[in-house]
């Protein structure tokens, strides 16, 4: 069957989106053909603002609104400017936000280290990691890259170049999940588990 030239677009704009295969894009599509047109025209308007509603936050590289130089977390006062925690993308400044444990800042990297995909130090905002730390006041960075041979290779390279500068540099633990089963979890989180393991005492 022939489709209409907007259908095979959208199609086709939609299954370049990460976890959307043809068939999930071919739904979305036809779902909106047959929704009322406010819903069309609401996601029309949300992805033509998307890039120019928003920017980047000038310190940590957390993704804020246009026109405001610092993100929420960095603007706020009542954060914990001693500590930051450096994450690979703003998705795990929402993750770790969500949690509402955590009360410092960020700074996200904008990727992981990756020689395979031609990604090198100066690629990510490490240099301005840097300066900030030099600049004082910070006594703890949390590395808290993804749990990866990449996030990995960034974590260790972060260490060499912190470890200089005084800031005492923590990773975040890994291991078990909450409610998992030991038969199903893989060997390295079985490995990384019993070497983060903690006193009960």
Do not use: W
């Not at 907007?6 to 071919?26: F, N, Q, Y």
Request: proline share 5%.
């Amino acid at each position: 069957m022939l489709l209409p030239e907007p259908i095979r677009r959208l199609i086709d704009a939609l299954s370049r989106l990460p976890g959307i295969g043809p068939k999930t894009a071919s739904r979305l599509t036809f779902h909106l053909l047959r929704a009322d047109g406010g819903l069309s025209a609401e996601l029309s308007t949300a992805l033509a603002n998307l890039r120019t509603g928003t920017a980047t936050c000038q310190l940590c590289f957390n993704i804020t609104t246009a026109g405001k130089e610092l993100c929420p977390v960095c603007a706020n006062a009542d954060r914990d400017r001693s500590l930051i925690c450096v994450v690979e993308e703003p998705l795990d400044v929402l993750a770790l936000e969500r949690t509402g444990g955590y009360k410092g800042l960020y700074h996200v990297l904008g990727g992981a280290l990756s020689p395979i995909e031609g990604i090198g130090p100066d690629d990510l905002k490490i240099a301005d990691l840097l300066t900030r730390v030099r600049a004082g006041g910070v006594q703890e960075v949390i590395v808290g890259t993804n749990p990866s041979m990449e996030g990995d290779a960034t974590a260790m390279y972060l260490q060499q170049q912190l470890a200089p500068l005084g800031a005492r540099l923590t990773r975040l633990a890994r291991g078990l999940p909450m409610g998992g089963d030991l038969e199903y979890a893989d060997q390295n989180t079985l490995l990384r588990a019993l070497a983060g393991r903690q006193s009960m005492s």
